[in-house]
């Protein structure tokens, strides 16, 4: 929460898609407005979230305050219901068709009350917002109910929750249970906010089918965790998990007379694909963006498998193909596509029309010559920042050219490179040709994000998927044909089982593998099923029934895109009437929330669409903004100074700091520390030497040796690699195996990158981190150590000094896990390993003996950032390798 002085202000978060459930309510700025209460209800029922948000504050202040309650929700997520209790009474929020709430809405601006519309979209959520009057004393209940689909993507479901009460919270819990009846096959846990301390407020429990997660901190635990009196938790909290599945029809999960089925099956091999990447290489790309889209496609080009046959097209005010003809994906083509996109530069206009239509027509030439494998998939990825300039400049002439040349037979998939390009565009470009549509957010892991979008189409496994049901036993049922299906995802279908269904429901997924069709089979006893659901801690009532009428929405607003016009508004009114008949905010309905007598008499919160230009523009990026009311009726621009706390009629942009998902505060304090003494550096890499003695070992790296296999220990299932800088005395990347569970951290001066399951997660140093996985814990803190370990495992530490002019610091701990196998530079100090008498007066210096040979070594003062920074001064025994 937020308190505003003197006036409310609306704040809307610029940010992309999984469950995400933020707490950011009132916030206290020592004017008498204290959160006691903050607690949030999650319960994840067969995929769907039914999540609750209750806020409780009392005014302490002599006089009234204006509280607001500030929340970032899922973009994918629909608002069900709000209410405020004031002194008792409850204000509930309506929600109605779109037009009536913009009519009382127009009617609040007019009578000159700020309505506070939210309108924003952006990353990964969108912000709500309402302001409320307090009255000395008085006590305000706040409560925001919304319900998602949790969407399988690269192998993981993901809920998301932050915390960010900007206060100490006397009652702060989170209390999720999940219920999967398939099972329940991992689930971990990540916290960017987690410390030691407050780690003990957490507890995890898991059988078979369910899982309860309670973070319940007391006051103590939170200011520990601060070190500061009054300073509040502020991060987020991931829960990430995937089900049981094995290779068969799916499974069919019933409840109150409606049905979901979700099939995924594992194990399927992956069918040889043809692609063709289309890049945008205007001048608009120039800097960081063609960069970023190089590093990106040369990864990418990297993961192509040798059956995958490609080619390159790069365009701006023409086009122009890299080979005449699609090319098997050998290793020696591979080098040759990457020492080509190596050189590509940024310079001239935009035609997408002419680059798209190339496209299509390689693609056209080299079936008629048939040279696309049998079995194999086709499809084109466009990546562009900006709209057409030069050619055809009309977006619908250009969507009409393109959906006749592709003609459905492949599918085409839409990259919008930051907010100069409109997506709605692409979003129709690709959904009329079977495909879909990214944003690509401008920021340090643009790179990153492209390479993630690639991996999830990049092991297609059916084609042409279709579901079929007893006959007469369902009706009403959601998309039932699909184009494909991807390794990682998930297709689901849901519908309403007739009065007079049979007894057990039985259906047929019919598909095309890679050469042969296939068919799936699978039955569910609907009696059984119904008793599945009957656990009232882990299911909310009627939940299937809202998850068919939520994915019936969300496909028909889909459909409304690429439809014809006379279509188009039939899929709209059945979209909005199952949204007024549920109490589902869409960007069809708007909630109309009542206030107090005497107050702003409404306010109106919309669903944003993602629609293009406005949401951000450079020089802000990606980050949040706030919106203050006006009164006009329409909003100007401009930035409000530091400490202006008068009420202006213009819309005030205060750019936040953002961390690399966009959804978390980034931390604000920086700290840069230099060793205590000129003389006295940093060892690159500390060892701590078997042996009960638990001498340290500095070790100094004289000779850059390109990369280095640091350590390999095939028992402990740890491999270490880098590449040493001489000239920043330090590592330029460092990148840590484990394969089990299977991750792979890769660390350079400037960002962490956690792989697992094809799937990348960046983060900044110095950004608190405490993920649990099965096997395996990864903790940052503030000062920007990050640690790797695990039950009877070696930990390993990475530090970045925070100085560019530095490398990668490496230290080892808990060595006495190593097993006999360890091998590597660094590695072999672990393996049989003894000091040699000498007969120098000198106790400053000794001899190693490793593996029988000798290395000399002397003591010296060196700054350990074991525990961080500053560091402190220790004595080591230095070698030079």
């Known amino acids: 929460m937020k308190v505003p002085v003197p006036v409310p202000i609306c704040s809307i978060m610029l940010v992309l898609p999984l469950l995400l459930a933020v707490l950011q309510t009132v916030t206290a700025q020592k004017n008498g407005i204290h959160i006691y209460s903050l607690m949030v209800d999650s319960k994840v029922s067969s995929r769907f979230a039914h999540t609750v948000i209750t806020s409780r504050v009392v005014n302490r202040a002599d006089e009234a305050q204006e509280a607001i309650f500030d929340m970032e929700l899922p973009k994918k997520a629909f608002i069900t219901n709000f209410s405020m209790i004031i002194d008792g009474v409850t204000y509930p929020g309506n929600i109605k068709e779109k037009a009536a709430a913009q009519e009382q809405y127009s009617a609040a601006v007019a009578r000159g009350e700020s309505a506070g519309l939210v309108k924003a979209t952006g990353r990964k959520t969108e912000q709500f917002q309402v302001s409320v009057s307090v009255a000395p004393a008085a006590k305000v209940t706040f409560e925001l109910v919304y319900e998602e689909l949790l969407k399988r993507q690269l192998g993981v479901y993901e809920l998301l929750l932050k915390v960010r009460p900007q206060q100490l919270v006397k009652h702060l819990q989170m209390d999720i ?26 507890t995890v429990s898991q059988n078979e089918t369910k899982a309860h997660i309670l973070f319940k901190p007391t006051l103590s635990q939170q200011q520990k965790s601060s070190g500061q009196q009054d300073k509040a938790l502020d991060g987020n909290f991931i829960v990430r998990y995937d089900v049981n599945r094995t290779l068969s029809g799916g499974s069919i999960q019933i409840e109150n007379g409606y049905f979901v089925h979700y099939f995924a099956p594992e194990d399927l091999p992956t069918m040889p694909k043809n692609v063709i990447f289309v890049i945008d290489k205007s001048g608009s790309m120039s800097g960081r963006k063609i960069e970023q889209t190089r590093e990106a496609l040369i990864k ?109 037979q492949y599918s085409l998939f839409c990259l919008g490179f930051g907010f100069d390009v409109s997506y709605a565009f692409l979003e129709k470009l690709a959904l009329d040709n079977g495909g879909l549509a990214r944003r690509i957010y401008e920021d340090s892991d643009s790179a990153l994000q492209l390479q993630d979008f690639y991996q999830e189409v990049a092991n297609p496994v059916l084609t042409k998927v279709a579901f079929q049901y007893t006959s007469n036993a369902v009706e009403e049922v959601t998309q039932d044909n699909f184009r494909l299906l991807f390794k990682g995802s998930e297709m689901v279908v849901a519908g309403k089982l007739r009065d007079k269904s049979p007894d057990v429901l039985s259906a047929r ?58 279509d188009s508004q039939a899929f709209k009114t059945r979209a909005l009437n199952l949204s007024l008949k549920y109490n589902f905010v869409t960007p069809l309905t708007s909630m109309v929330i009542t206030k107090p007598e005497g107050q702003e008499q409404s306010q109106v919160a919309e669903k944003p669409v993602e629609d293009g230009h406005h949401l951000s523009r450079p020089g802000i990026g990606n980050r949040p903004f706030r ?45 840069i520390t230099e060793p205590t003494s000129a003389s006295i550096q940093a060892s690159p890499v500390l060892l701590t030497l078997p042996g009960p003695s638990n001498d340290t070992l500095c070790v ?80 940052m803190d503030k000062t920007g150590l990050l640690l790797l370990s695990g039950p009877d495992k070696v930990t390993i530490g990475l530090l970045s000094l925070d100085d560019p002019g530095k490398g990668l610091l490496l230290f080892l701990r808990d060595t006495d896990h190593f097993s006999s196998h360890v091998n590597g530079t660094l590695g072999q100090f672990y393996q049989d390993v003894s000091w040699e008498m000498t007969e120098v007066a000198d106790d400053s210096q000794r001899t190693l003996r490793v593996q029988g040979k000798d290395f000399s070594v002397t003591r010296k003062l060196k700054m350990d950032y074991q525990e961080g920074l500053p560091g402190t001064e220790i004595s080591c025994w230095s070698v030079e390798l």
């Open 177 to 202: 249970h999940i219920f999967e009846p398939q099972g329940i096959r991992f689930l971990e846990t990540e916290s960017t906010f987690m410390t030691n301390e407050l780690a003990d407020a957490l």
């Open 300 to 408: 990418i080009l990297s993961d192509l498998s040798p059956k995958d046959q490609f080619n390159l097209i790069t365009f701006s005010s023409g086009a122009t193909q890299w080979k005449p003809s699609l090319v098997p994906a050998s290793p020696e083509n591979v080098n040759k596509a990457k020492s080509y996109a190596t050189g590509i530069q940024a310079a001239g206009g935009t035609n997408i029309n002419d680059a798209m239509l190339m496209a299509v027509k390689l693609l056209e030439s080299t079936n008629q010559a048939e040279l696309l494998p049998e079995g194999s998939i086709s499809f084109i990825i466009l990546l562009t920042d900006g709209d057409p300039t030069v050619g055809e400049t009309n977006p619908t002439s250009i969507q009409k050219n393109v959906r006749e040349a592709i003609g459905g």
């Open 509 to 566: 997924v019919g598909g095309k593998m890679y050469m042969q069709n296939i068919t799936f089979q699978t039955e569910s006893n609907v009696a059984k099923q119904e008793e599945e659901f009957q656990s009232p801690k882990y299911i909310f009532h009627n939940f299937m029934e809202r998850l068919w009428a939520y994915l019936t929405i969300q496909q028909q607003l889909e459909q409304m895109v690429s439809a014809s016009e006379a």
């Open 627 to 671: 919106i203050t009311g006006s009164s006009s009726g329409y909003f100007r621009r401009g930035f409000r100074k530091q400490g202006d706390s008068a009420f202006s009629p213009q819309v005030v942009l205060e750019p936040r700091q953002v961390e690399l998902d966009d959804t978390e505060t980034q931390n604000k304090e920086r700290i």
């Open 700 to 779: 100094d790296i004289k000779h850059s040796q390109g990369p280095m296999n640091l350590l390999s220990d095939p028992d402990q299932g740890i491999e270490v690699n880098g590449q040493y800088d001489t000239k920043k005395a330090g590592f330029h990347w460092i990148k840590v195996t484990f394969k089990n569970p299977q991750v792979q951290v890769l660390a350079s001066p400037e960002h962490v990158v956690v792989t697992r399951n094809r799937r990348n997660s960046a983060y900044k140093w110095k950004e608190t981190l405490f993920s649990v996985l099965p096997g395996l814990k990864m903790t």
